[in-house]
């Protein structure tokens, strides 16, 4: 399958496969002016399959999402349709007011001033969890 | 200013501070008598606790301070409304220090975040509960004489056993201790104990479901009560609570030199009749856990006696 290149925007690419529409969401793609391609299921020798986003204009991306829902994409920043920068995606130390403590004993059910804060507590199997109760954030957790 | 909200805020070094402060007051009570004097402690009870809520007010009674605080939400502000938060900053300007128990998670720290003056965590929901862990330090280094080499059985609810977290955490600091966790499937330990402590650390742990097959290796038998006020679900409750009941016969095959610990109060999961074994030191934990929280009390004060 053939999804035409680009001249200005950003892919993100190596997203691991079935992750792709989750991106599309908590990104809130959905929600732009310009053409988004999300392609599943791509081949790749590096992972067998892959999801990839394809995004037509330069938009703020929230790298503190994307970490959490996917710490191994590539983003490829495309102007005059060349890769001008690529980045990996570094895990965020802590990730505030994006996701949400779904413990129902948690002070922040109770609080609705707090902010929900996560931090990275296992940095090797990327788990998050809530600085007051210690709940670990799942994909379910983002708001 | 320092808070405590985890056992984990304190170093090893700290702790053996606490443990000797602890000992040195239980053999020269008078030294301390007068060591707070002018200060207060306030205590925010927003769920009910007669023990550890006495044992501090003695605490601090007998390092000749002050107690000012509440026992339930419903006789405090924030059954008007008034954030965690806004209550610390204005217990602070009331009293020295403060001791919070609040039956939800992460409540003590909030308060530690706002609070000018140290808090102290008297236990968070199902979550930590340090000064009781402080107790079973004293009682375990009284009884056994030993921190490291124990094999310790936590026996009944480890799902929502807040004193339970908290000593694991604790204990896992020392070498060659090994844990033996006695639950029903439901309340078995929660994932974040292990992934944090047990399994970066490489302690070893089995979870098993009998009490009397796990009895002949423990040196240590911690037995916990099935917390009514921690299940939405009364009927889970009830099908649970009954699971583990400690009597003179399921002793039989154990050491001893046993030290049978329960963080109290016990419902009936503990048998009266074991009360009169010399291996039963629930109460002596109960009042370590007053030494024990005089000597935190001290440290945080920053006093010097």
Known sequence: MIVGQIKEGIVLDH???GRGMKLY????????????????????EKMGKKDI????????????ILGFV???????????????????????????????????RCITTVEQELQHVFKLCDEDNKVYRCIYCETKADLESIE | MRSVIDIMDLSLEEIDGLLNTAEDIIANPKKYADACRGKKLATLFFEPSTRTRLSFEAAM?????????????????????ESISDTARTISCYADIIAMRHPKEGAPYVASLKATVPVINAGDGGHNHPTQTLADLLTIKREKGRFDSLTIGLCGDLKFGRTVHSLISAMSRYSNVRFVMISPDELKIPDYVKQNVLIPKGI????????????????????????KERFFNE?????????YILTPEKLSGAKDDLCIMHPLPRVNEISVAVDDDKRACYFKQVLNGKYMRMALILKLLEVEV
Request: some cysteine; glycine content about 6%; proline content about 3%.
């Open chain 1, 15 to 17: 997203i691991k496969a």
């Open chain 1, 25 to 44: 969401d908590v990104l809130k793609l959905g929600e732009l002016d310009c053409s988004v391609a999300v392609i599943v299921n791509a081949e790749s």
């Open chain 1, 53 to 64: 986003i394809k995004i037509s204009g330069l938009i703020d991306i929230d790298f503190n």
């Open chain 1, 70 to 104: 996917d710490p191994g994409v590539t983003v490829n920043i495309i102007k005059d349709s060349k890769v001008v920068k690529r980045e990996k995606i570094a895990l965020p130390e802590k990730i505030t007011g994006l996701l949400k403590c779904k413990n129902p």
């Open chain 2, 61 to 81: 009674y007998e390092l000749g301070g002050n107690v000012i605080g509440f026992s339930e939400a419903s006789s405090s502000s924030s059954a008007k409304g």
């Open chain 2, 204 to 227: 070893e742990y089995k979870e098993v479901k009998s009490l009397e097959e796990a009895m002949p290796e423990l040196d240590i038998l911690y037995m916990t009560r099935v917390q």
């Open chain 2, 235 to 243: 009927a889970d409750y009830i099908r649970l609570k009954d699971t």
